[in-house]
Each structure stands twice: as C-alpha cells, then as structure tokens.
C-alpha cells in the first residue's frame, strides 16, 4: 500500500520543511546547543524551536496577567476588567497549550504501540 | 484576526461604560452644585464615543483593510440646556431677584442612565463569556 496515495503532497513538504531537510529532530535549542545555529540557519525551521517559542508566548500571557494584577492592587490605572481578561487570556492560552500537548503526546503514544 | 480580538473589542467596550459611569457618578454628585471654576453653575457631561477602527495591511493580498477595534472615548462635552432658575433668596449664589441658577442635572434622567449603563456593561461581559466558551468548545474538538 502506498501511504503517499492517503497524504497530499504538499502536506509532506511542508511537515518536511518543519522538522528540517534531513527529517530529524533537533533538540539542540532545548538543550542550549547552539553552535551550529549559523550553519543551517538558511530555511531549516526546527519543531523544538517552534515549541519553544509558542511555550514561551503562553508563558509571556501569564507573566503579564501577574504584572496587570500587581499594578491593579498597587492602586495603579488599571481596571478590574482588564486585570480579568488578561487572567482570562492566560488561562485560555495555557488550556490550549495543554489541549496541543495533549495532541502530541497521543501521536508520540500512537506512534510507540506501533508494530514493527 | 488573532485569538484575543473579540476579548480586546469587549474589552474597549468596558472601559467606556466605565467612563459613562464616572460622568454619570459626577453628574449626580454635582447635581446642587453652584460654583465651578468658570463660575457658572456646573453643567451635565457627556460622555461621547466613537467606534474604533484600525487600517492594516493585509500580507497576503497585500490590499488595504478595516480592523475592528471597539470603541473609544473621544470626550467628554457639556450639556448646553438652560439652566434650572430656582427661588432662593437666602442662597449667596442668588442674583438681585432672589433666583438661584442650578446644574441642569436631572437626577432621575441620571438614574435611567445608571441603569443603561450598567446593563450594557453586563451587556458586554455576557459577550465575553460566549467568545470564552466558544474558545473552549473549540479545544474540545477531537476529544
């Protein structure tokens, strides 16, 4: 059976171009090895990064929604609803980052029960 | 649009009726006040807003667009109406007839307001509650 006949092509190309020309995994970003960032920095968009960065945008929401909740009771100008919506907006974002993880945690599941 | 552009929009709408509310609770306050710093007896405010729209350009098509953004204050004017002309000759504000001018407050008008006002905050939290639980009936997506 053909799996490329199921998945259209450009699908391939662009989870390709995701995780590198040479289809691994780099964990380098995460582990903070980044010499060789300079030599392949050309198109090569690794998923690790993209993970970081999109944890670090989630992280960023709740930083500010304590900074807004600080200011708030510090008697700075600041209303109670913005101090609630941009706890609202954390919450939100960390509820889909978790609703992503759990996505990928199931695929990584589904990929370890397969028979070889 | 991002995924927090409804909750900004919402968001704008309640800083304004947080605002109509402040000129409502100084109209109410003033409502006997005679002496301003003008001299004249203080006058109703009113709060005016206007909608706010943003022009992007847009990266794909590369066409100009509208973005939605809420709304804004834009100021807060007096109320020209006359004045009322009350009788109260012991009053220091009074002229040589004895006729004191006062705010051309009316304080059950301002209670309609109030009310208006309050309700369309509520108005506005309802809106955000329903983009909340759109948002995460969209994560139960696959479930």
């Known amino acids: 059976m ?13 989870l390709n171009s995701m995780t590198g020309t040479n289809n691994t995994y780099k964990l380098d970003s995460i582990v903070g090895n980044d010499e060789d960032k300079s030599t392949n920095n050309d198109t ?25 909740t600080n200011q708030f009771i510090a008697g ?27 996505k990928i945690v199931e695929s990584y599941q589904e990929l370890n029960r397969m028979q070889v | ?48 807003f206007q909608e706010n729209l943003d022009r992007e350009l847009n990266s794909v098509t590369g066409q100009y667009e509208t973005k939605l953004k809420g709304v804004k204050a834009v100021q807060i004017v007096n109320d020209n109406s006359s004045l009322r002309q009350v009788y109260d000759p012991s009053n220091p504000d009074a002229n040589a007839e004895g006729y004191v001018s006062m705010p051309n407050v009316n304080i059950l008008n301002e ?33």
């Open chain 2, 111 to 143: 209670m309609a307001d109030l009310i208006s006002s309050t309700r369309a905050y509520e108005a506005n939290v309802s809106a955000i509650n329903a983009q909340k639980s759109m948002f995460s009936s969209a994560l139960q997506i696959g479930r």
């Open chain 1, 2 to 14: 053909n799996i490329s006949g199921f998945i259209p092509v450009d699908t391939l190309t662009k």
């Open chain 1, 44 to 68: 090569a968009i690794d998923f690790s990064s993209i993970l970081k960065d999109k944890l670090n945008e989630v992280n960023d929401k709740q930083v500010s929604a304590d900074n807004m």
């Open chain 2, 1 to 48: 649009m991002g995924a927090f552009t409804g909750l900004n929009i919402s968001s704008s709408g309640l800083s304004a009726e947080r605002l109509r509310m402040d000129t409502i609770s100084s109209n109410i306050a003033n409502a006997d006040t005679t002496r301003t710093e003008t001299g004249e007896p203080y006058r109703r405010k009113i709060a005016v």
């Open chain 1, 76 to 102: 700075d100008d600041v209303d109670v609803h913005q101090v609630m919506l941009s706890t609202q907006e954390a919450q939100m974002s960390l509820q889909l980052a978790v609703q992503i993880r759990n």
